[in-house]
């Protein structure tokens, strides 16, 4: 085939080449999928390395006896695969569901904190406003411009762990005493994603 016309030939032989435009549009298609392809898997390793970390006991014994005397990488895929059957694990679609549950049930948690906390804040606000005592506040100016300064101080702290945030957004910090509600609602998601291929499989 010749390589000129190998564009318009993709095409669906229509004889109309893609313009400079079109061109754009598929290539960064191409790089979106490349990048959620890249943090699909970064996201794995951190499910597995997380686990093999924080819940050893999910390694059974001979998998342990397994990985003495051979090399970092090599002790790395023994434990995934001590991981993966002790969890139940049976194919990609489980590892996928394992990991959005994971991050999920990751991401539920600091959201449930981060609104108890504002809560606890505007609790706090109120009761100062409404106990609010003139002679126990003799410099409100100063109290003012100590305020503001906090507010300017949390505000550069909040942006500094956003940008910590930005570089590690991948990383899994779920709370370890939270894994096993966590794995528990893995297993109840995965019973009701094979409940419901059963009955869609009926209805065909």
């Given at each position: 085939?010749?390589?000129?016309?190998?564009?318009?030939?993709?095409?669906?032989?229509?004889?109309?080449?893609?313009?400079?435009?079109?061109?754009?549009?598929?290539?960064?298609?191409?790089?979106?999928?490349?990048?959620?392809?890249?943090?699909?898997?970064?996201?794995?390793?951190?499910?597995?390395?997380?686990?093999?970390?924080?819940?050893?006991?999910?390694?059974?014994?001979?998998?342990?006896?397994?990985?003495?005397?051979?090399?970092?990488?090599?002790?790395?895929?023994?434990?995934?695969?001590?991981?993966?059957k002790t969890i139940g694990i049976e194919d990609m679609a489980d590892v996928e569901l394992l990991v959005d549950v994971l991050y999920k049930f990751q991401d539920d948690h600091e959201k449930r904190l981060e609104k108890e906390r504002k809560d606890m804040e505007e609790e706090e606000n109120l009761e100062n406003a409404e106990g609010g005592n003139p002679e126990a506040?003799?410099?409100?100016?100063?109290?003012?411009?100590?305020?503001n300064e906090a507010t300017l101080?949390?505000?550069?702290?909040?942006?500094?762990?956003?940008?910590?945030?930005?570089?590690?957004?991948?990383?899994?910090?779920l709370d370890t005493e939270l894994l096993t509600a966590a794995l528990k609602e893995f297993h109840q998601a995965r019973e009701d994603r094979d409940v419901n291929k059963v009955e869609m499989n009926a209805k065909k």
């Open positions: 085939m010749n390589q000129n016309t190998s564009i318009m030939d993709s095409q669906g032989g229509n004889g109309q080449a893609q313009s400079k435009s079109e061109l754009v549009d598929d290539q960064s298609v191409a790089t979106k999928n490349e990048n959620t392809t890249r943090e699909k898997y970064e996201r794995m390793k951190q499910v597995f390395r997380f686990l093999i970390d924080k819940a050893p006991f999910l390694i059974d014994d001979k998998a342990t006896e397994r990985c003495v005397g051979v090399d970092g990488k090599e002790q790395l895929k023994i434990k995934i695969d001590s991981v993966r506040n003799p410099n409100p100016l100063g109290n003012q411009k100590t305020s101080n949390g505000a550069a702290e909040g942006q500094a762990s956003r940008e910590e945030e930005e570089i590690d957004e991948n990383l899994l910090r």
